[in-house]
Nanobody
Framework: QVQLVESGGGLVQAGGSLRLSCTASGRTFSSRPMAWFRQAPGKEREFVAAVSWDGSSTRYADSVKGRFTFSRDNAKNTVYLQMNNLKPEDTAVYYC??????????????????WGQGTQVAVSS
């Protein structure tokens, strides 16, 4: 079992920055790909970014590429999403997710077994 707890959300003006964190419990965190998804009101949950179990590979949605950076610290059982140059369309609840051991990081939410409770990000124009 893996439990995930997100933090770092909040309200920020357009052009500002936030850093989300997701801390995991459980001994298998370091062998799992991790991802961030987000869900805006009235919309489906969408892929934001993913990182491989060892941090050597990352994937980003086109909408965030060049603005967001996903990293992990396996010694701290934590992943981070640094979000720069935020836009009002980035407003959503952001969810951290853990995938299957040693799998390739995926853009598909069904490939992730464990989810956090979400953290709200609001960007004002």
């Amino acid at each position: 079992q893996v439990q995930l707890v997100e933090s770092g959300g909040g309200l920020v003006q357009a052009g500002g920055s936030l850093r989300l964190s997701c801390t995991a419990s459980g001994r298998t965190f370091s062998s799992r790909p991790m991802a961030w998804f987000r869900q805006a009101p009235g919309k489906e949950r969408e892929f934001v970014a993913a990182v491989s179990w060892d941090g050597s590979s990352t994937r980003y949605a086109d909408s965030v590429k060049g603005r967001f950076t996903f990293s992990r610290d396996n010694a701290k059982n934590t992943v981070y999403l640094q979000m720069n140059n935020l836009k009002p369309e980035d407003t959503a609840v952001y969810y951290c997710a853990a995938g299957k051991n040693y799998y390739t990081p995926s853009r598909t939410l069904f490939n992730y077994d464990y989810w956090g409770q979400g953290t709200q990000v609001a960007v004002s124009s």
